[in-house]
């Protein structure tokens, strides 16, 4: 593979969005574009282990990233208990690689420290609604995001694990998570076994939007997407065939749809109300 990060950009967006997109030639910062394009989720490492010295670092760099009006609300849990590790692994078992990863984190919404602030302060807390839980959630998901990021830079590899809201509660309790403070996601970290695979996206031109959302053609538009990724990713099994039958042709779409006409998490609110939001 080559190193020249403008050929890499090259060959990852066409990967990617199945279309040419220009790049300038002296374009600034090509390395780390080049490798934020290249991104893969990695779910076989080696047992090589991640010392603890570039955790704490990966941690000081995925806590550097911008927070809502500064409020600081995600949290990272390491999970270095063997006992409470096997115990999440064997609630995900269908996910072998949360028991493999040499690492497993969990990235928090964290809307209790600012509580504490204001009592602290001898302040009333007026936001007890919605957007005290969207906050912290959105914040620990862009602290994920730039772990994943900088982890990358630094030749390891990530797989967020939503599964882990498959069983929030006893997550929650493992973790002895307070009120207010919720997991968003797991991380299995690691150096990758092997280089992994560019998961195609939908085009930009069905996410990307000016001065109004649009939706024209859209139907059109994720069938193309459906037979750029097939051709490339076929899926090695379809879904819920007892129920819908063999297609002939699997796409994203029939994958996703298949996927959502089955309740996830239906019991999550109940969860986060349980940990005293209010989400009027
Ligand atoms: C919030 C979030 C939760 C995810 N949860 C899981 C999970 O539980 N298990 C898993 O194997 N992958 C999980 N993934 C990884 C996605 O499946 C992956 O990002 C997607 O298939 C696209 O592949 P790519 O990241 O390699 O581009 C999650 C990703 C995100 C952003």
New binding site residues.
Partial sequence: MTNDPLARMARALEERFGTKIPVASGQAGAESLARLLE???Q?RYTPQPVSPELLQLLFACALSSPSKSDLQQADIVHVRDTVKRTAIADLISD?PWVRSAPVFLVFCGNNRRIRQVAELRGKPFANDHLDAFMNAAVDAGIVMTTFIHTAAAAGIGC?????VRNHAQIVSDLLELPDWVFPV?GLCVGYPAEEGKI?ARLPLEVTVHVDRFGEAGIAAKIDAYDRRRVAKQPYAKQRSVERYGKAEFYGWSEDKARQYSVPERADFGAFIRGKKFNLD
């Fill in positions: 991104h893969r989720s779910r996910m797989c967020p694990i939503s599964a996601a998961t």
